[in-house]
């Protein structure tokens, strides 16, 4: 798979709680140069880096991230704000607790809400694998496929596991054809990517892709 086919499913992204402008404005500056899709970044740095970019890339921002339990209101507040900022997408982490509950319609209705606030703007919504059983991520495909959402996202990263193969071709096998996957979390380097993509993944969050393609540069790669 061709190099510049993967880079442009990446959402090169930086979400560590001590990320600086420098290091968004330098994500920024790779992810132009690199041909990715969008930028991940804190929604605290959405209004600066849409300034620094002017157009050259979309935005992506969290919300309710990384644990996902905050309230529905806050959530909505968040997105719009967020939309308000200059964000293109938004990846929402749905509430895990609810789902342990079985309060499917709490969960769906959760994610209509947000959808709205978005204003027409990518949604992908956040599930956290490595935290559901088999049966629960199967529900989850079928409840995100049904709620107007654009993605289904494996993982923020936080939580002690990220994509893995396996989930990628469970998603893959129970989503509705016009739900995308999202691969995040523990995408290690290209090997890992281009799995990804071919099990059915159409973004790949990560921000080793990137290094991986400067390392091949020096290489003469």
Same mark, same amino acid.
């Given at each position: ?8 499913? =990446? ?47 979309p ?35 749905l ?29 992908k919504?956040? =599930? ?15 409840? =995100? ?77």
């Open positions: 798979m061709e190099l510049s086919r993967i880079l442009s499913a =990446v959402d090169h992204t930086l979400l560590s709680q001590g990320a600086t402008w420098v290091q968004i404005r330098t994500l920024c500056d790779e992810g132009v140069r690199y041909g990715c899709a969008s930028v991940c970044i804190p929604p605290s740095y959405v209004s600066a880096a849409r300034t620094y970019l002017a157009g050259r890339l935005i992506c921002t969290v919300i309710g991230f990384p644990n996902g339990y905050a309230t529905t209101a806050a959530k909505c507040f968040e997105a719009a704000d967020a939309v308000k900022n200059g964000a293109d997408e938004i990846d929402m982490v509430n895990i607790g609810w789902v342990k509950d079985c309060r499917w319609e709490d969960v769906l209705g959760e994610i209509h809400a947000v959808k709205a606030a978005c204003e027409g703007r990518i949604l919504v956040i =599930v956290e694998t490595c935290l559901l059983t088999r049966e629960e991520k199967i529900r989850l495909c079928e409840l =995100v496929s049904a709620s107007g959402a654009d993605y289904i996202k494996t993982s923020t990263g936080f939580a002690g596991g990220g994509a893995t193969r396996e989930d990628v071709a469970l998603f893959a096998a129970h989503v509705a054809p016009h739900l995308k996957i999202k691969a995040a979390g523990g995408i290690a380097g290209l090997a890992d990517a281009e799995d990804f993509l071919r099990l059915g993944a159409a973004r790949l969050g990560t921000s080793r892709l990137v290094k991986a393609a400067k390392e091949l540069e020096g290489a003469g790669g």
